[in-house]
């Protein structure tokens, strides 16, 4: 049986804060924020600037972290390769259910790709995070 004690804990705050930080680096001008700004059709002076998405965003990842390691765990993941692999079939789900929502809001298929890429990069670093820190 599973006990979540068992879970490290340094190991999932750190991953959770990975996921932010490239969430953070992604979206900056320096990667793809400019290109993000285009499709979702706003102006840069027109974002708001709140804590509040942040915040969210912060517990998110680190929630999306928490359940990731508990998958690890499930599936008797023991090495950085079975970490990775275990990431990846997840973030795969991850993008499926992004991709529905994308289709429903008419999203253009360009802003899939770079939401998808996102989350597939940052679950692939969170997997080999959680995998080699057992």
Do not use: C
């Amino acid at each position: 049986m599973m006990e979540v004690t068992e879970l490290n804990v340094w190991a999932v705050l750190v991953a959770g804060l990975a996921y932010y930080a490239i969430g953070g680096l992604w979206y900056s001008p320096v990667l793809f924020g400019n290109v993000w700004v285009k499709l979702r059709g706003i102006n840069k002076f027109e974002m708001k600037s709140s804590a509040g998405p942040m915040i969210g965003a912060l517990f998110v990842n680190l929630a999306s972290a928490f359940v990731l390691a508990l998958l690890l765990q499930l599936t008797e993941a023991v090495t950085l390769a079975d970490g990775l692999t275990t990431a990846l079939v997840a973030g795969v789900s991850v993008a499926l259910a992004i991709g529905l929502n994308h289709l429903f809001e008419g999203a253009k298929f360009q802003m899939f790709v770079l939401t998808v890429g996102y989350h597939l990069i940052a679950y692939a670093v969170m997997g080999l995070i959680l995998g080699a820190w057992q």
